[in-house]
């Protein structure tokens, strides 16, 4: 049971440059999230997905693409890096049953992203 | 809206101290409250949550919270700490609902334990 995996660990890439942040989980979980993590900041979310077929944008999605490929997987695209986006990417998942409140998250181990 | 304060960005302490990191919320209706931790180069992974019930919530690793309502606070204490408690320590809030998504973090407070 590896709970939630992302790739690559780290990233570099130059101004306008793309590349897409693959997740997975393997806890059958309904609802999955990707957050940047900055410095003073704590976690923002950028995009989640509620349920296997939905994305909906998150508090900082402006430059950023989700696909939510299947109930398991989750990528978050940056169609044209800038530097602003340097930071570390955290996928995540939950069970979001329906009824249970206080839903916990599972976070991946993160991707660290430096854009020059 | 609902809204994290963690009260200190950066808490130093020695080995077998006690300690207690502060966080603060505000929101307009029930809510649920969870502390979560990162160990260095890793995800978060949780401590402990408030759902209802007791407001005294036990966690992992000798971890505890107070729900306090009237003053929007979940403190998180230990009564003697570890060098392997170093870590970021994140206060996060959802109102209510099913899914993850309403959850609002705060900006992590720094634990430093010293030999």
Redesign the interface.
Known sequence: NAG?TQTPKFQVLKTGQSMTLQCAQDMNH??M?WYRQDP??????IY?S?SEGTT?K?EVPNGYNVSRLNKREFSLRLESAAPSQTSVY?C?S?E???????????????TRLTVL | AQSVTQLDSQVPVFEEAPVELRCNYSSSVSVYLFWYVQYPNQGLQLLLKYLSGSTLVKGINGFEAEFNKSQTSFHLRKPSVHISDTAEYFCAVSEGGTGGFKTIFGAGTRLFVKA
């Open positions: 939630v309904n609802s999230y003073g900041m704590g976690l923002r979310l989640y509620a909906d998150g955290f995540a939950s979001a049953r329906a009824g249970v409140k206080g839903d916990t998250q599972y976070f991946g181990p993160g």
